[in-house]
């Protein structure tokens, strides 16, 4: 590992040179700080121990560092165009205030359905979350396939009315 003074010496003769040579590369200036910064911190954790050249072995550390950089934004870029096609305007990453509506409206969802007649409710749920055909239902409770049907649609306009305003803030 190197000593404090030859990482002071290095870094006051290469640290303009490396600056350089990172803005060449990444034209971002806070980019090339760090990376300049990642060369020291390496240097320092032991890599130039047996260093015959220190200006190479700088640079080759530098240069390392850029193909990793260079990997690292080719897999994030990867992921990320992985994930764009599932993204619309509509479907993009849930915020905070998305998540609080989503719930306001789960909230409101539910006190609409507790507050239908049991027997709507029943319906409702048997037709819409059990995949139950009208007809199915009305042979089960003992009613027409008709009523059946009446039962769906009121509760449908009863959760209507209740979500109502959820679709008003988009």
Known sequence: ?????????????????????FLRRVRNHAEAEDLTQEVFIRIAQGGGAAMKSAEAYIFQVAANLLR???RRNKVRDQY??????????????????????GREALERLSEGLRD????????FLLF?????????????????????E?????????????????????
């Open 1 to 21: 590992m190197p000593e404090i003074s030859d990482l002071t010496r290095f870094h006051r003769d290469y640290r303009p040179g490396l600056m350089a040579f």
């Open 68 to 70: 990793d950089r260079v």
């Open 80 to 101: 990320l165009a992985e994930l764009k096609p599932g993204l619309d305007e509509e479907n993009e990453l849930l915020d905070p205030q998305r998540i609080v509506a």
């Open 116 to 123: 239908l007649p049991e027997r709507t409710r029943l319906i």
């Open 128 to 148: 819409r979350y059990e995949n139950l055909d009208y007809k199915t239902i009305a042979d089960s409770l003992g009613i027409s396939t008709s009523a059946v």
């Open 150 to 170: 009446k039962h769906v649609y009121r509760a449908m306009a009863k959760l209507i009315t209740c979500t109502e305003g959820e679709y008003d803030n988009r």
